[in-house]
């Protein structure tokens, strides 16, 4: 299924199949928004500008997004917490695992 998702740091909104937590293009957190993409795309550009403009505002964002709350019940889910010590958000955790990952993936290819 297809989920409209906004990403702070791009600025972008992205229509991506499941509920994803973090950005594909800059590994950041995303929020998961409320509207469906059925309702996104028949929005006309004009919308879609004032909708992600309308989630570039944190206070506004907060009333656009939703949270998915069935991950936590996900084999993935559970043995992420086993390795957080630290108590870190999740998107957090993801999000710096996914650095770590870019980072290590660079030092791969200078070697």
């Not at 059925?38 to 206070?59: G, H, T």
């Not at 936590?72 to 992420?80: C, G, P």
Request: aromatic share 10%.
């Amino acid at each position: 299924m297809m989920y409209m998702h906004y990403c702070k740091q791009c600025h972008r909104i992205f229509m991506l199949n499941g509920h994803k937590m973090i950005c594909p293009k800059c590994t950041e957190p995303l929020a998961e928004l409320q509207i469906s993409y059925l309702d996104y795309v028949e929005l006309d550009m004009a919308q879609r500008e004032a909708f992600k403009s309308a989630c570039a505002d944190e206070a506004k964002l907060c009333k656009l997004k939703t949270t998915y709350r069935m991950y936590k019940y996900s084999k993935w889910y559970r043995e992420l917490q086993a390795q957080n010590e630290n108590n870190l958000p999740v998107t957090t955790l993801l999000a710096s695992l996914s650095h770590q990952g870019v980072e290590d993936y660079g030092m791969q290819q200078t070697h």
